[in-house]
């Protein structure tokens, strides 16, 4: 099992790798290959407890992985993947073209203010 630069997983034949998601959710993508995972999603509003379910991925297929997952994932015989992180929505304040134009009214007037006073 290797952890390439690019965030890259291998999984050479027979291995296998338990991964714990956290902190938020992640998404697996399969790159090349095939995996076996045993996946057991934390307890919600709809199951009160977690059960273990087996999902098998092909090249190309991905994976939700919700916060608090534990997935147990084994190559078939070789296999590579990623785990996704998805970018986390944040409020903004005004967008940057509105605190330009604050910033350079407020330069505007107090270039007036001087002048007017003759500096």
Same mark, same amino acid.
């Given at each position: 099992?290797?952890?390439?630069?690019?965030?890259?997983?291998? *999984?050479? @034949? %027979?291995?296998? $790798?338990? !991964?714990?998601? #956290?902190?938020?959710?992640?998404?697996?993508?399969?790159?090349?290959?095939?995996?076996?995972?045993?996946?057991?999603?934390?307890?919600?509003?709809?199951?009160?407890?977690?059960?273990?379910?087996?999902?098998? *991925?092909? @090249? %190309?297929?991905? $994976?939700? !992985?919700?916060? #608090?997952?534990?997935?147990?994932?084994?190559?078939?015989?070789?296999?590579?993947?990623?785990?996704?992180?998805?970018?986390?929505?944040?409020?903004?304040?005004?967008?940057?073209?509105?605190?330009?134009?604050?910033?350079? @009214?407020?330069?505007?007037?107090? !270039?007036?203010?001087?002048?007017?006073?003759?500096?």
């Amino acid at each position: 099992m290797t952890n390439s630069q690019q965030g890259l997983w291998h *999984l050479g @034949a %027979g291995e296998a $790798l338990g !991964l714990d998601i #956290g902190p938020g959710e992640r998404t697996l993508v399969l790159s090349t290959g095939r995996l076996w995972l045993t996946l057991t999603q934390p307890a919600s509003a709809h199951w009160s407890s977690a059960l273990p379910e087996d999902v098998w *991925l092909e @090249a %190309g297929q991905s $994976l939700h !992985l919700a916060h #608090g997952a534990q997935v147990v994932v084994e190559a078939w015989p070789k296999a590579t993947f990623q785990l996704l992180v998805p970018p986390c929505p944040r409020r903004v304040g005004a967008p940057r073209w509105a605190r330009f134009k604050a910033q350079l @009214a407020a330069q505007i007037a107090e !270039l007036d203010s001087s002048r007017r006073l003759g500096f």
